[in-house]
C-alpha cells in the first residue's frame, strides 16, 4: 500500500510527533510512505529513513495554490490513498487535491474546536474517513453533523518506555538552570491563550506561600509569551516561573517533575499528557474534551472544572502535601499507557481504516 501523508506543521510536536509514530509503524509493516511537508520541516528531516519525503510551500489555510501543488503530487505519485494530518490548509486543500484526482481520502483531527454546521457539512465531504484521535473530539464531531459513517476513532499514542526512564535531578537542574529543592511543577504546551497557563499563575500564590521553593516550568512557545511574562511579574512569581521555551529532551525532563499541570479550556487529547503519565508523574488538569481518556480521575491524577482558579489551586495543593498519593498515581500513569495508548495500537488502528477504505 502506497499512503501519501499531508502534514502541515513545521515543529517537531504535538501532531507532527503523532505523524512520525505512524510513519515508523507503517515502514515496520511493509507499507510505503511519502510525506508532503513544509521544505525543511522538522518531520521531514527526522522521517526520511521512512519515508520519501516532498518538501513543498505550505502557507497555510488561505493558500489557494496548495490545491495544484498537491494534485500534481497526486497525479506523479499515484498513491493507493492520501491521509490529511493536519489543519494548517493541508484538511481542505489536500482533501480538494484528492477529490480532483479521484483518490480516496482520509483526515486525521486532533483538535476539539467547534466548527459551525455548513463548514462541517461543505468541508468533510471532501474526506472519505475522518479519524478523531479521541472520543472527545468524535463527541463534537459527531454534534456538528457528521455523518456516523465516516467517522472513527483511533488514539494517539505515546512510545511510554522511552519516558519510563530514571530522574537524573542534578543533571536535569543544571541544564535548566534552577534550584535544586523544588518541587517542580510544569506545563507542556503551547503558550496561546486556550491552554490556561493564567489560570494556574493565578492559583500559584498560596502554594508558593506553603512551599518556597516552588518552581513552575512553562515548556512552549507561542503568541502569549509576553503577556505572560507580564502576569508573572505583576503577580511577583518571578523567582517560581520559567519560561523555558521548547525542548526536544522532555523524554529525559519529565520524570524529574513532581506534578505536570494541563489547565486548558480545549483539548483534543493532549500528547504532553501522555508522556508525562509513561514518565510516573501525576497530572492535575481540566475535565474537558479528550484530557479524561488521558488523565483519569483518581488513577493518574486530578481532574478540575476547566477556567476554574479555586479547584486547580485546591487539587495542587493536595497532591503538592502527599508523597504517597503522588507516587501511587505516577504508577497508575504508566500501567495506563502501557495498557491502552501504545504505538502498536494508533498504528494498527489506522492500518485498519486504510484497508477498511480501499476494500
Not at 39 to 53: E, F, I, P, T, W
Not at 192 to 212: C, D, Q, S, T
Amino acid at each position: 500500500m502506497r499512503v501519501l501523508h499531508v502534514e502541515g506543521g513545521r515543529h517537531l510536536y504535538g501532531g507532527a510527533f503523532q505523524v512520525l509514530h505512524l510513519l515508523r509503524g507503517l515502514h515496520a509493516r511493509g507499507q510505503e510512505n511519502l510525506l508532503a511537508c513544509p521544505a525543511g520541516c522538522a518531520l521531514g528531516d527526522a522521517a526520511m529513513s521512512v519515508a520519501r519525503v516532498r518538501g513543498l510551500p505550505m502557507h497555510g489555510d488561505a493558500d489557494l495554490l496548495l490545491v495544484p501543488r498537491l494534485a500534481r503530487l497526486i497525479h506523479d505519485e499515484r498513491p493507493d490513498l492520501v491521509h490529511l494530518h493536519s489543519r494548517i490548509g493541508a484538511d481542505l486543500m489536500g482533501g480538494i487535491a484528492a477529490c480532483l484526482t479521484g483518490v480516496p481520502v482520509v483526515h486525521t483531527r486532533r483538535v476539539d474546536n467547534p466548527e459551525p454546521r455548513w463548514l462541517v457539512a461543505l468541508k468533510y465531504r471532501l474526506h472519505d474517513r475522518v479519524i478523531a484521535i479521541s472520543e472527545g473530539i468524535a463527541r463534537v464531531l459527531r454534534s456538528e453533523g457528521l455523518p456516523a459513517q465516516k467517522l472513527r476513532v483511533v488514539r494517539s499514542a505515546v512510545d511510554w518506555q522511552l519516558y519510563a526512564r530514571p530522574c537524573d535531578r542534578a543533571a536535569v537542574r543544571a541544564r535548566l538552570g534552577v534550584p535544586a529543592a523544588g518541587p517542580w511543577l510544569a506545563v507542556v504546551a503551547q503558550l496561546i491563550e486556550r491552554k490556561g497557563h493564567r489560570f494556574l499563575l493565578r492559583a500559584l500564590p498560596p502554594l508558593v506561600a506553603a512551599h518556597p521553593g516552588l518552581v513552575v516550568f512553562f515548556f512552549g512557545q507561542g503568541p502569549q509569551d509576553k503577556e505572560l511574562v507580564r502576569e508573572i511579574l505583576a503577580l511577583g512569581l518571578s523567582a517560581h516561573v520559567t519560561l523555558a521555551g521548547f525542548h526536544d529532551d522532555l523524554d529525559e525532563i519529565l520524570s524529574c517533575l513532581d506534578l505536570l499541570v494541563h489547565p486548558a479550556l480545549m483539548e483534543g487529547l493532549g500528547v504532553a499528557l501522555l508522556q508525562a503519565a509513561s514518565a510516573g508523574v501525576p497530572i492535575v488538569a481540566s475535565r474537558v474534551g479528550g484530557i479524561p481518556e488521558a488523565v483519569r480521575d483518581g488513577e493518574n491524577g486530578l481532574l478540575v472544572p476547566p477556567g476554574d482558579v479555586a479547584a486547580l489551586g485546591a487539587a495542587l495543593a493536595a497532591l503538592l502535601a502527599a508523597p504517597a498519593r503522588r507516587q501511587a498515581l505516577g504508577a497508575g500513569g504508566r500501567a495506563l499507557m502501557a495498557r491502552e495508548f501504545s504505538i502498536d495500537a494508533m498504528v494498527e488502528g489506522n492500518l485498519a481504516v486504510y484497508r477498511e477504505l480501499l476494500g
